[in-house]
């Protein structure tokens, strides 16, 4: 973020006076596989009007994988040459399992609750089945 703000102020200092506007783009690209429907497939069409973009600076989040932040470089890489990316990074608990045992199952628990209503499920589908579990909480 900081390195964003440096980025917005520089360039904006730039352009003061001389009459020319900058032009920012943010975009959610929503590749959160198997939490957002159609990741994969959206991925390549993603990338292509992103090229299209006539924007000075684009940010974009929610490229979680570091293959999805590759194509979308490849794609960005000659309207864009000078592209930054953060380091994907994974909080992890210093000790496993962060919850116990007892904290998850049992009568009225999580775990028991998603295995019972959505145990027959996979993919988007069992993802959208505990989505309404969590809302419904």
């Known amino acids: 973020m900081k390195l964003f703000i440096l980025l917005l102020l520089t360039s904006s200092s730039l352009y003061a006076g001389t009459g020319t506007s900058l032009k920012l783009t943010t975009f959610n690209v929503g590749l959160a596989h198997t939490f957002v429907h159609h990741a994969k497939e959206r991925l390549e069409p993603i990338s292509e009007r992103l090229q299209k973009l006539d924007s000075d600076i684009v940010c974009i989040q929610e490229a979680w994988t570091k293959k999805d ?3 979308i470089k490849k794609a960005l890489k000659k309207t864009y040459p000078h592209l930054h990316m953060t380091k994907i990074k994974q909080l992890k608990a210093k000790k496993a399992p962060v919850c116990k045992i007892k904290e998850l199952f049992g ?3 999580f775990v028991s609750c998603m ?3 959505c145990g027959g499920l996979d993919g988007d589908e069992f993802t ?3 989505s309404i579990l969590v809302a419904a909480s």
């Open 128 to 130: 959208d089945c505990i």
């Open 69 to 71: 932040r590759k194509k």
């Open 107 to 109: 009568k009225g628990r």
């Open 115 to 117: 295995q019972k209503q």
